[in-house]
């Protein structure tokens, strides 16, 4: 794999790779539960997404101070933290918020097993990986398990769910395109934690204007109900991204896009457990068949000697 001159080292995937992979994944996973309990707890999607953001770019901004990080507001980082702000942070929070309270941790949480078949398609389409058959069947298997969720099977737990659960496959293609993007437009001699920052506050400021368009800046003050999940939401956000972008160093968008199966894993289990959830078979089947798909995904090359 050839990687443009800006972009991040080539992949290594090592002990430290697999360590981040899982610690990533499984912080990602936390925010499905703690999502629906501040849901619970009475407080809108969007306040909700812009305190997390603007609240882990702060630590993450005095984090990369502290580490001599610089984070340059020149034309090309600033752009850098918008388009990665959006694809990464904005866009994938703001619907998971939405759509949570139709369809609750665990199927929310299922479709995040989508990011690494859709990060190796954007990838293979702008020259950063090379497809081969191994992954080519990872990538049909990843959207037959798809079809299984969400086809007429009457794998979602009630059909009104169908328009719910579309919105919510929003969420990997902007995951798999930040994490394309990341890649070949990472700046020249940028810091992961400065980096991280700026993309959080670049997700910030997006939320920011969905706030003010939609008048809903005066829901903020209902962050009261929780502020201790707030907090929480917060400091396990900027322990996460700086996880996360180190992991995109060491190793690249298409090993990183796997932590969906792995924040997948305990969506799943923290709806069942914590939640009384209930998924049909052919939801467990799908998701069963999706890892698989992300299995050949990410040992494609392997198999196909």
């Known amino acids: 794999m050839t990687l443009p001159s800006a972009t991040v080292p080539p992949a290594s995937r090592g002990a430290e790779s697999l360590a981040l992979l899982l610690l990533v994944g499984g912080l990602i996973g936390v925010i499905f539960p703690v999502t629906k309990i501040a ?19 702060v630590i993450l901004a005095g984090l990369a101070r502290v580490k001599r990080q610089a984070m340059p507001l020149t034309g090309r980082y600033l752009r850098y933290f918008a388009v990665s702000g959006l694809l990464s942070m904005a866009l994938p929070n703001v619907v998971l918020f939405f759509v949570m309270p139709w369809l609750g941790a665990g199927l929310s949480a299922v479709v995040y097993t989508l990011p690494p078949i859709l990060t190796l398609l954007m990838a293979v389409a702008v020259r950063i990986e090379k497809p081969d058959r191994g992954r080519v069947a990872g990538i049909l298997l990843g959207f037959v398990g798809a079809l299984m969720i969400v086809g007429p099977r009457g794998s979602l737990p009630s059909p009104d769910l169908a328009g719910w659960m579309a919105l919510a496959f929003v969420m990997p293609a902007a995951v798999a395109a930040g994490n394309v993007y990341r890649t070949v437009a990472w700046p020249p001699g940028g810091q992961p934690v400065a980096l991280a920052a700026g993309t959080m506050l670049g997700g910030a400021a997006w939320v920011l204007l969905a706030l003010l368009a939609t008048g809903a800046v005066a829901e903020l003050p209902a962050l009261g109900l929780a502020p201790g999940l707030a907090l929480l939401q917060i400091a396990v956000t900027a322990l996460t991204y700086v996880l996360y972008f180190r992991l995109q160093v060491v190793a690249g968008p298409v090993y990183l896009s796997q932590i969906g199966y792995v924040a997948t894993s305990v969506g799943l289990g923290t709806g069942t457990l914590l939640f009384g959830e209930r998924y049909s078979p052919w939801v467990w089947g799908g998701a069963a068949v999706i890892v698989l798909g992300v299995l050949l995904v990410s040992f494609g090359r392997r198999f196909a000697r």
């Not at 849901?39 to 770019?57: E, H, I, K, R, Y």
Request: hydrophobic fraction near 60%; proline fraction near 16%.
């Open 39 to 57: 849901q619970a707890a009475g407080v809108p999607p969007l306040p909700w997404a812009f305190s997390m953001m603007l609240g882990a770019g």
